[in-house]
C-alpha cells in the first residue's frame, strides 16, 4: 500500500514536546519527509532524509523512524509552530512520485 | 537564492482551458525534478506529477494521468500545468516545488497557483 496514516489533531502545552506521527508500509523502506504549513501560505520543509533540517528550521524539530512508522518532534512547541504537519515518501510505484499523509493539526495551546 | 515564481490566480469557467506556470531560478533548473501538488479547499495535499525539464520524463500519478499535462521549456526554466476541459472540480491551489528523489523530499517550493472554476 501507498498510503500514509497521520492523526488528524494533536496539541500540546507551550514549551512542551510533542511527537506527530506517520505511518505506512513505504516507510518500512523509505525514509518520510515532513512539511509544515501555515494558513495561506504554501507549505515548508522541515525535515528530510534520517533526520536533516533545511537551513533556517530552528532545531526543536527533528525527526525519526522506526518500522513503519515516522515522527516528527517538536522540543518546546512555540506558538509560531502551530500549524498542518504532512509527511510525504514514496510510493509504490517506483516512478520517483510520492504520497502524503493527510495532515496533522497541530494546536499549541 | 532557490526561487519558484508561479503564475496568478485564474478564474475559468467549465470546459475552458488553461496553463499555469512555475519560473525557477537561481539553480540549475535542468538538472531538478519539478512536481506539482495540488491542495483542494480545506484538504490536504496531493501528488499531482513531476517533470524533470533536464529531458522532460515526465510521471504521473494515476488520479491525474490524462486529467492534466505537465510540460517543460528549459530555455526559459519555466514548467507548466495545463488542463484541456476545466471542472468545476478541478478548483484548488496549486503548487510547483523542487523534487529530490534521493531524499524523498520537496525542498523549495512555488507560493502557489489559485484556480476557480465556477459557471
Known amino acids: 500500500s501507498s498510503e500514509l496514516t497521520q492523526d488528524p489533531a494533536v496539541s500540546v502545552a507551550l514549551g512542551q514536546t510533542v511527537r506527530i506521527t506517520c505511518q505506512g508500509d513505504?516507510?518500512?523502506?523509505?525514509?518520510a519527509s515532513w512539511y509544515q504549513q501555515k494558513p495561506g501560505q504554501a507549505p515548508v520543509l522541515v525535515i528530510y532524509?534520517?533526520?536533516n533540517r533545511p537551513s533556517g528550521i530552528p532545531d526543536r524539530f527533528s525527526g525519526s523512524s522506526s518500522g513503519n512508522t515516522a515522527s516528527l518532534t517538536i522540543t518546546g512547541a512555540q506558538a509560531e509552530d502551530e500549524a498542518d504537519y504532512y509527511c510525504?515518501?514514496?510510493?509504490?510505484?517506483?516512478?520517483?512520485?510520492?504520497?502524503f499523509g493527510g495532515g496533522t493539526k497541530l494546536t499549541v495551546l | 537564492e532557490v526561487q519558484l515564481v508561479q503564475s496568478g490566480a485564474e478564474v475559468k469557467k467549465p470546459g475552458e482551458s488553461l496553463k499555469i506556470s512555475c519560473k525557477g531560478s537561481g539553480y540549475s533548473f535542468t538538472s531538478y525534478w519539478i512536481g506539482w501538488v495540488r491542495q483542494m479547499p480545506g484538504k490536504g495535499l496531493e501528488w499531482m506529477g513531476i517533470?524533470?525539464?533536464?529531458?522532460?520524463?515526465?510521471r504521473y500519478s494515476p488520479s491525474f494521468q490524462g486529467q492534466v499535462t505537465i510540460s517543460a521549456d528549459k530555455s526559459i526554466s519555466t514548467a507548466y500545468l495545463q488542463w484541456s476541459s476545466l471542472k468545476a472540480s478541478d478548483t484548488a491551489m496549486y503548487y510547483c516545488?523542487?523534487?529530490?528523489?534521493?531524499?524523498?523530499?520537496?525542498?523549495?517550493w512555488g507560493q502557489g497557483t489559485l484556480v476557480t472554476v465556477s459557471s
Open positions: 510525504n515518501s514514496r510510493d509504490s510505484s517506483g516512478n520517483h512520485l510520492g504520497v
Open positions: 517533470i524533470y525539464p533536464g529531458d522532460s520524463d515526465t
Open positions: 516545488a523542487r523534487h529530490v528523489p534521493a531524499a524523498n523530499s520537496l525542498d523549495y
Open positions: 513505504s516507510l518500512r523502506s523509505y525514509y
Open positions: 532524509g534520517k533526520n
